[in-house]
T-cell receptor, first 113, second 112 residues
Framework: DAMVIQNPRYQVTQFGKPVTLSCSQT?????MYWYQQKSSQAPKLLFH???????NEADTPDNFQSRRPNTSFCFLDIRSPGLGDAAMYLC????????????FGPGTRLLVL | EDQVTQSPEALRLQEGESSSLNCSYT??????LFWYRQDPGKGPEFLFT???AGEEKEKERLKATLTKKESFLHITAPKPEDSATYLC?????????????FGAGTQVVVTP
């Protein structure tokens, strides 16, 4: 089945130790997104790509960076994780041809010790 | 700026007790309103997209409706497996491509 895959599902890191989260998709969608979601809160958009065009939200901390080497893969790098970065990180995809509906991966739960 | 408010924050239902969730939105021209279901520790699962006032969509026990200011998600005769958080999101016509505004969700618990 076509889908959005995130690895790892759970990530434990130490305060200040860089971490990379990965997302891959078999939907061949143009757009990929990274969201941060904290408990009982709305998902918060960090970045999105339309093909290779990169867009970051104005309030996304500089500590967060992203890479999209090809259509299928996208990475979220957290350079120096703080305790406040502990959250669920969601990857999503969409395509203009599909009415911009977003399809989400299962998420990566990040714990910062 | 787009705003989305969902109510109630939490809803506890008996199995078979129908109810409705509300998503009120403010947007300068609606491109689309989206409903998602999210189970604990998982990513949101797409349910419906609504584009214009008066539109309705159904899937099993769920029915989504849309007016110019709000959307309702009706749950008819819910079962315990309908327990989840239901998220609403909007995209406005003046939003940059890829910009969605999510509500905080309604957490639904259905007890047998």
């Amino acid at each position: 089945d076509a889908m959005v895959i995130q690895n790892p599902r759970y990530q434990v890191t130490q305060f200040g130790k860089p971490v990379t989260l990965s997302c891959s998709q078999t939907l061949n969608h143009n757009v990929m997104y990274w969201y941060q979601q904290k408990s009982s809160q709305a998902p918060k958009l960090l970045f999105h790509y339309y093909d290779k065009d990169f867009n970051n939200e104005a309030d996304t901390p500089d500590n967060f960076q992203s890479r999209r080497p090809n259509t299928s893969f996208c990475f979220l790098d957290i350079r120096s994780p703080g305790l406040g970065d502990a959250a669920m990180y969601l990857c999503a995809t969409s395509s203009p041809d599909r009415g911009e509906t977003q399809y989400f991966g299962p998420g990566t739960r990040l714990l910062v010790l | 700026e787009d705003q989305v408010t969902q109510s109630p924050e939490a809803l506890r239902l008996q199995e078979g007790e129908s109810s409705s969730l509300n998503c009120s939105y403010t947007v300068s021209g609606l491109r689309g309103l989206f409903w998602y279901r999210q189970d604990p520790g998982k990513g949101p699962e797409f349910l419906f997209t609504l584009y214009s006032a008066g539109e309705e969509k159904e899937k099993e026990r769920l029915k989504a409706t849309l007016t110019k200011k709000e959307s309702f998600l009706h749950i008819t005769a819910p079962k315990p497996e309908d327990s989840a958080t239901y998220l609403c999101a909007v995209q406005g016509t003046t939003d940059s491509w890829g910009k969605f505004q999510f509500g905080a969700g309604t957490q639904v618990v259905v007890t047998p």
